[in-house]
Each structure stands twice: as C-alpha cells, then as structure tokens.
C-alpha cells in the first residue's frame, strides 16, 4: 500500500488531521486519484457490511494453550547427510592409515613381531596394488585433490548456514516467547 492508499483510507476513516485535509483536496483533482478513493469506498463498504461470525467461548485461550503445547515439542530430525560425510571421511582416513602402513616395508622379524603381523602386511599390500596404481595417476591425484578442496570448502559454507540459520531461528523464538508473555 503507497502512501496516498493510506491517506485515501484514514480519510475514509474519519482519522485525518487538519493539514491532510488539505492534501485530499489536492490529490482529488487528479481523475485517477478519485477513481482510486471510489474503490477504497466501495471496498470499505464491503467490508463493513460483512457479516462476521462468532468466536465460541474460550477459544482464545484455546487456541493460546494449542500454540505453547505445540511450542515446547520439536520434532528432532536425523541428518543422514552430515551423517553419511562422517563415514566417507572414516573410510578416507582408514583407507590413508592402510596405504601408509602398505608403503612402510618394515621389517617385523628383525623387531620379533610374530610372522602372522608380517603376513597381514604382505595381504594388505597385495590387495592395495590397483588401488595405488590408480591414485599415481596424477589426474586422479589432481582430481582428488580439487575434490577434496570442494568438499572441504563446502562443508565450510554449510556449517556457516548452519549458523546463521540457528541465530535467525532463536531470534524468532525469543521474539515469540516474548510476544506470549505480553
């Protein structure tokens, strides 16, 4: 609503101070501008002739006692997507601390660690070999690294939103824990 709607409608009103009743008169010379406060009239009209139904006893309070019920129960969701990040990043750093140990070529007999160790040593490595091929390709590497760049600056970006919307919503509660103490 503009500010002659507004002037047009404290006018309809009755609640015009006495330098606005100038104004009207100024603004009434402008054939758009009566047209304008017709069908303010007539909308006015419209709604002061509606008929409007009663509230039944006590639905305020009703209604009030509805909204602080419902206001203390928040239904907790489970984030399945922060949740499937954290297991991707355990397999990463598992599939690292497997690689490092792969490449290590330490020699367990001379330190008497059981032959079983070096065994499952020699398993690991044997079973690592494709996949340390594949990540020698420097392509691979070079993706893996934009990749790992991304994903870290994204999950950098959702925990900020994460921020902003978590203050924007206690901003919202405060305001409407507030209003209902009134």
């Known amino acids: 609503m503009n500010k002659i709607d507004e002037l047009f409608n404290r006018y ?49 309070a009703k209604v009030m006692k509805t909204i602080s019920a419902g ?3 928040i239904k907790l969701s489970k984030n399945y997507f922060a949740f499937s990040i954290n297991i991707i990043f355990v397999v ?8 490092i140990l792969s490449q290590a070529n330490l020699n367990y007999a001379a330190s008497g660690i059981d ?20 990540f020698k390709n420097k392509s ?4 893996g690294s934009s990749f790992s760049l ?10 900020e939103e994460h921020k902003i919307f978590k203050k924007r ?3 919202l509660t405060s305001k409407y824990h507030f209003d209902m103490l009134k």
Request: hydrophobic share 50%.
């Open 12 to 60: 309809i009103d009755g609640e015009l101070q006495t330098g606005e009743l100038e104004e009207i008169q100024l603004l009434l010379k402008i054939e758009d501008n009566v047209k304008r406060l017709k069908a303010l009239r007539v909308v006015d009209n419209s709604l002061r002739t509606l008929e409007g139904d009663i509230a039944p006893a006590g639905f305020t």
């Open 71 to 73: 206001s203390t129960k």
């Open 92 to 99: 990463f750093i598992l599939l690292i601390i497997a690689i």
């Open 115 to 134: 032959s079983k160790v070096n065994d499952t040593v020699n398993i690991i490595n044997k079973s690592l070999l494709p996949l340390l091929t594949f």
């Open 140 to 143: 691979v590497m070079f993706f």
């Open 150 to 159: 991304i994903l870290l600056l994204g999950v950098y970006y959702f925990i």
């Open 169 to 171: 919503i206690e901003s």
